[in-house]
Structure formats: structure tokens, C-alpha cells
């Protein structure tokens, strides 16, 4: 199955995408709701809270009073952090069971208001933000829950900035203007990478572009590989393998095929043919079926074999190399890396040579190898400036 986070700031709209998701037939999971049932009366969570902090969090009815026990632990952090460790396990134990109980073809749809907060955007195949502006908030927050407007800019506050929520945003939909066009948007979700990111997901396939088309230099790429690297480490985990960006997208100002290139550095090939793959799959990796290797550098000293794997969302292309440690090719990815990096000239000559292949050579495996010659000559250029910098991976 396909795991979204949901989040946005409070009165940003979350949950009329979450309603509108769960409409088109995603099974929503809603943190909030779940908060409250693990302390309901009666339940355990609830006796445990008392117990931390006495019946004066307790309304005459013996319910939770939400207030008192928010003025309790507001602007304290032991009594925070302590509070946390009583509803926190439980809500994640909670949301789990009710994961696994969806179909297995299910996009589930975690709601989840403090997902940045909590550092939970790796854990998910995709996080969506729904983003609208502070003041655009306010007003809804006034209207819609009657709350005084000191609360609202208090409660805006204390949760993460939209650049820290953008920061860890795959989707962000935008809710400013009127309730049809969010639905609208949410809909093109839906239908062209929510419900083919998980057949894909489901069936191991990766969404791998069958043309090149070359972008302009996207200042976002290593915001975006920085989301992929934080996912794939949570998959592989507790394995604490080397992740690197390579490849064009890792060069600033350098045009480039909008393909994220990962480097997955593994001990051997049977440590990549192991259980590694599988979690990967599971993480939205799948692996390419067939033999993979690079072109070795100079040419005639045998294939450099790896393994291949790439992203099953058709909304952000991405290819995974996973190769030996201190290897040839593996050496070669972050040499050429940082070579262009360091210098201006070849890194045009390199453009150059792309548009005019992109051009000639549109398809990936042409593309591909017609440029073996220039990375040839490439070896030779950066292997001498890795001997005069004392350059090393």
C-alpha cells in the first residue's frame, strides 16, 4: 500500500483535503482523532496521565480537560516531553493497526498536524502540505472556530514555519482561494501520482522516463535528494549506509534530465541482493530487473557491475546505484561529481555536450551512450585534478 503524510498548519485546510481524499477512496488515518480515543475514559492512556499529573486535568465528568492540561504543560518541557511519552507510543500503535487492516491496493492517507514537528516526513512514501497564508488563517480561525484572535496567532506560533513545512513537502497544495479549486487540485493528486504511485508500488515498477528532456539548473534538486536520503536511510535502517547525491542534479547551475541520481554505498553486491532490496521496494525503490553496470574508465578493463534501482513515484523520477564501497565506478560517481563542481569549463563543455545530445539522441540509451567518449576523456581530467587537490571520497 501507498503511506501519505498529510499536514499543514492549523487553519490552512487540512482537512478538507483529508475529506476530499478519503471521498476519492483513500483510507485516512487522523492522528487527531486517534489523540483522543488512547485517552478517552477509561483507557489506559488517560489513567496514566492522571497519574502524572493529577485529577486536576480532569473535568467534572471525569474526561480529559484539554485546557487544564494544556496549561499545565505549556512552556514546560519535562512535563511536555512526559506527556508525550504517554500518548505517543499509543498513538502510533494505534495508527499501525489501523494501516494494516486496509487493503493492500489502499493509498492510506496518515493526518497528522505535527508531522514536521515530529520528524515523521521519512517514514511516509509521499508527505502533501497544505499551505495558505498567516493571515488567510487567522481569518478562518476567527470565523469558523470563534477563536479569539490572540489564541489563533499563539497557536500559529508554536508549530513549524511554512519553509520548515515546505522543506519537507513532496505536494504542496495551496489553499487560498475557494473550496472548488482545492478540490480540483487535490483530484489532479489523486488521479495522476497518488493512485500510479502505488500500482507501482505494489507491482515494483519504477516511473522511469523513456525521453531526454533537458531542464534548467532546478536550486530545489538537493532540497529534493535530501527528502529521498532521508527516506531511503529510514528504510535500510538500522544499517547506516553512506548516501550520496551524483550525477547532474548534484552540480549547481548545471542543466540536467529532472532525474534525482542516489549512490547507495553497500559493503558488497550480495549485501545489495539481500533483504536491502526488498526494503527498498517497500520504500518506493523498486529494483530494476535485469544486469546492471556502468562503462568502465579507460575502456577494456571490464564492466563495472552494480545494482540498479529508481522511484515509483511518477512524480519525482529518481535512480538509486547502489555500488561497492571504494569500488571503481563508485569512485568515479563522486570524483566526476565534484570535478565538475570545482571546475567552470568542463562543467560547460559538459552542458554543451548535453544539449546537442539531447537534440540528436533523445532516447535514454542513446543518450546515454553517446556521451562515453567525453566521460572517457573526463576520467583522465579529473583523476589529474584529484591527484593535484588530494582529493579523496
Known amino acids: 500500500m501507498l503511506m501519505v503524510g498529510l499536514t499543514g498548519g492549523i487553519g490552512s485546510g487540512k482537512s478538507a483535503v483529508s475529506a476530499r481524499l478519503a471521498e476519492r477512496g483513500a483510507v485516512v488515518i487522523d492522528a487527531d482523532r486517534i489523540a483522543r480515543e488512547v485517552v478517552a475514559p477509561g483507557s489506559e492512556g488517560l489513567a496514566e496521565i492522571v497519574a502524572a499529573f493529577g485529577d486536576r486535568v480532569l473535568d467534572a465528568g471525569g474526561a480529559l480537560d484539554r485546557a487544564a492540561l494544556g496549561a499545565v504543560v505549556f512552556g514546560d518541557e519535562v512535563a511536555r516531553r512526559r506527556l508525550e511519552a504517554i500518548t505517543h507510543p499509543r498513538v502510533r500503535a494505534r495508527t ?11 493509498v492510506v492517507v496518515n493526518d497528522v498536524p505535527l508531522l514536521v514537528e515530529v520528524g515523521l516526513a521519512p517514514t511516509y512514501h509521499l508527505v502533501v502540505v497544505v499551505q495558505a497564508a498567516v ?14 484572535r490572540a489564541e489563533a496567532e499563539r497557536r500559529i506560533a508554536a508549530q513549524a514555519d511554512d519553509a520548515r513545512r515546505r522543506a519537507a513537502a513532496d505536494v ?8 472548488d479549486e482545492l478540490h480540483t487540485a487535490v483530484d489532479a493528486l489523486w488521479r495522476d501520482r497518488l493512485l500510479p504511485y502505488e500500482r507501482n508500488v505494489r507491482e515494483g515498477r519504477v516511473a522511469r522516463p523513456e525521453r531526454v528532456v533537458l531542464t534548467e ?25 553512506r548516501v550520496d547525491h551524483i550525477g547532474s542534479t548534484a552540480v549547481p547551475g548545471l542543466a540536467a534530465k529532472d532525474v534525482i541520481d542516489i549512490q547507495v554505498t553497500v559493503s558488497s553486491l550480495d549485501e545489495a541482493d539481500g533483504p536491502l532490496a526488498e526494503r527498498l521496494a517497500r ?17 577494456g578493463s571490464g564492466r563495472w557491475a552494480k545494482r540498479f534501482h529508481g522511484s515509483a513515484d511518477p512524480g519525482r523520477p529518481a535512480y538509486l546505484h547502489l555500488r561497492v564501497a571504494d569500488s571503481p565506478g563508485w569512485r568515479y560517481a563522486l570524483l566526476m561529481r565534484d570535478h565538475l563542481r570545482a571546475d567552470p569549463d568542463q562543467r560547460a563543455a559538459y552542458l554543451l ?32 585534478w584529484a591527484a593535484q587537490t588530494g582529493w579523496r571520497p
Do not use: C
Open 96 to 106: 499501525a493497526e489501523l494501516a494494516a487492516a486496509a487493503p493492500s491496493d489502499a
Open 135 to 148: 493571515g488567510t488563517r487567522l481569518e478562518r480561525l476567527e470565523r469558523d472556530r470563534g477563536m479569539p
Open 172 to 179: 504542496v497544495l495551496s489553499n487560498d482561494g475557494t473550496l
Open 283 to 299: 520504500a518506493g525503490f523498486p529494483r530494476l530487473p535485469g544486469d546492471w553496470w556502468d562503462s568502465p574508465r579507460p575502456a
Open 217 to 241: 539548473p532546478d536550486p530545489t534538486w538537493p532540497q529534493q535528494y535530501a527528502r529521498l536520503a532521508a527516506r531511503i536511510r529510514h528504510a535500510v535502517a538500522p544499517a547506516d549506509l
Open 353 to 384: 555536450l548535453k544539449r546537442e545530445l539531447a537534440a540528436s539522441a533523445p532516447d535514454s540509451g542513446g543518450y546515454a551512450t553517446a556521451k562515453d567518449p567525453w566521460f572517457d576523456e573526463e576520467h583522465l581530467r579529473a583523476e589529474e
